[in-house]
């Protein structure tokens, strides 16, 4: 019982970085699977593809840091940096789940970022 207690304390430090990645990954998967289902699916292709690799991303960090890893840090640092090229990205599509997707990457890039520091 004492190390579920001293596992929940190693979290809680990083609980609002593992929150936004885990909705990060959602967001993406979301807009990757609505992007596909759009009129002109090409015009949608590279913003599927950074939107797939950016969830695939996002659950690893927040995995990691679930399971207090000594590689955390280094995989928030690349979270942030697909993070943000996936909002970039997102932003260039004038569609509700790319705005949507948008800020949550740019959310999860800013806790990353906070979690690294």
């Given at each position: 019982m004492?190390?579920?207690?001293?596992?929940?304390?190693?979290?809680?430090?990083?609980?609002?970085?593992?929150?936004?990645?885990?909705?990060?990954?959602?967001?993406?998967?979301?807009?990757?699977?609505?992007?596909?289902?759009?009129?002109?699916?090409?015009?949608?292709?590279?913003?599927?593809?950074?939107?797939?690799?950016?969830?695939?991303?996002?659950?690893?960090?927040?995995?990691l840091?679930?399971?207090?890893?000594?590689?955390?840090?280094?995989?928030?640092?690349?979270?942030?940096?697909?993070?943000?090229?996936?909002?970039?990205?997102?932003?260039?599509?004038?569609?509700?789940?790319?705005?949507?997707?948008?800020?949550?990457?740019?959310?999860?890039?800013?806790?990353?970022?906070?979690?690294?520091?």
């Open positions: 004492s190390t579920s207690s001293s596992t929940s304390l190693q979290n809680s430090k990083w609980q609002s970085c593992i929150d936004a990645c885990t909705s990060c990954a959602e967001a993406c998967e979301f807009c990757a699977t609505s992007d596909l289902k759009e009129s002109d699916v090409k015009m949608m292709a590279s913003c599927a593809q950074i939107n797939r690799e950016c969830a695939a991303i996002c659950w690893t960090s927040a995995s840091m679930s399971m207090d890893s000594q590689f955390a840090k280094q995989f928030c640092d690349l979270c942030a940096s697909v993070c943000d090229a996936c909002a970039q990205e997102c932003g260039r599509h004038n569609v509700d789940h790319c705005k949507m997707c948008a800020e949550q990457c740019r959310r999860c890039a800013v806790e990353c970022r906070r979690m690294m520091g």
